[in-house]
């Protein structure tokens, strides 16, 4: 008896160790992905790396912390670092942990500048005179200048590179953004909206970028259902609405999938496909039939449900 209650606190201690072998890289990344006590020479941590949770995010980021919570947000590390040769110049650093590598990048899609310069560090970044944003992985990163001096472009890209090199999946993107890998798309307009695509609640999320169309600006979406059902669900919802808005859209069903032209009450003409989960549409489009080209290239993109 003796024997076996041994053998078996052996195995527990066992099964113990090899799940937390397994688990601890990834608790690693947590603590250890900014870096210390310096990211270069010349730069040296100033006090503790503060930690923040869902909890108390607003307590660092007071009117932004709403932003980041749809986004899956766990944790955010933020740190201070000052410059050993002058003291005036100082780089504040925030990393965000997100919910998944498609929530890093909606955070950065918000921010992104897409007339700054490509910093070419992780999956997505610019660079301008006070500050670098990147995302890779699960994480968003913010460096700013702090202080009351800049510091030089090269000190963005030092800081940036030695997070970098502590965060896993490299320069890979999320394959969501696949869907709008066409020549039609805007560069650098692709944003992915966590809830509400249009300003829709019923439009849960999705990815929305900028197409110049004929000299119009217009929009194309892909909204991201959970299943066949969520997406003519979100459908069936999105043409209700318009019914009680005294508006009879037009609807087409085919082997392919049903398609909506309406005139839309915020976004003048829009066309709307379903195919199996997903939900494809044009908006601020004065003819909305020559969406019908943009929509039917995303198709292609677009993995068969």
């Known amino acids: ?17 090899v799940v937390n072998a397994y688990a601890a890289p990834a608790d690693m990344i947590v603590e250890h992905v900014m870096p210390a006590p310096g990211f270069s020479e010349g730069w040296a941590l100033e006090g503790k790396i503060k930690t923040f ?11 932004e912390a709403e932003l980041y919570l749809p986004y899956g947000f766990e944790a955010l590390n933020a740190a201070l670092y000052i410059s050993k040769d002058n003291p005036d110049k100082a780089l504040t650093v925030d990393i965000y942990k997100m919910g998944s590598p498609l929530d890093a990048f909606g955070i950065y899609s918000r921010y992104r500048d897409p007339d700054a310069p490509e910093a070419k560090i992780g999956s997505g970044s610019f660079v301008n005179d006070s500050q670098l944003m990147f995302y890779q992985d699960r ?31 490299g320069a890979s993107r999320p394959e969501e953004l696949g869907f709008l890998s066409i020549p039609d798309i805007t560069p650098r307009t692709e944003t992915y909206i966590s809830q509400s695509v249009l300003g829709y609640a019923f439009f849960k999320k999705g990815l929305v ?76 489009i004065n003819d909305p039939s020559k969406g019908t080209l943009l929509i039917d290239r995303i198709q292609t993109r677009i993995p068969a449900s």
């Open 53 to 63: 949770n869902p909890d108390n995010l607003y307590k660092h980021i007071n009117g």
């Open 139 to 169: 994480y968003f990163v913010q460096l700013s200048a702090s202080g009351s001096m800049n510091p030089e472009p090269n000190v963005f890209i030092d800081c940036a590179k030695a997070i970098a090199k502590n965060i896993p999946g």
């Open 1 to 17: 008896m003796r024997k076996r209650i041994t053998m078996l606190i052996f195995i527990f201690l066992l099964s113990f160790f």
């Open 209 to 284: 970028a900028r197409v110049n169309l004929d000299g119009e600006s217009v929009r194309v979406f892909v909204v991201l259902g959970e299943s066949e059902k969520d997406a003519s669900d979100m459908f069936m919802r999105y043409t209700i609405y318009l019914k009680d808005a005294g508006i009879q859209p037009q609807i087409n069903s085919k082997k392919g999938g049903t398609t909506l032209i309406t005139l839309d009450p915020l976004y003048k003409g829009l066309i709307l496909h379903q195919s199996g989960r997903y939900l494809i549409g044009v908006s601020n």
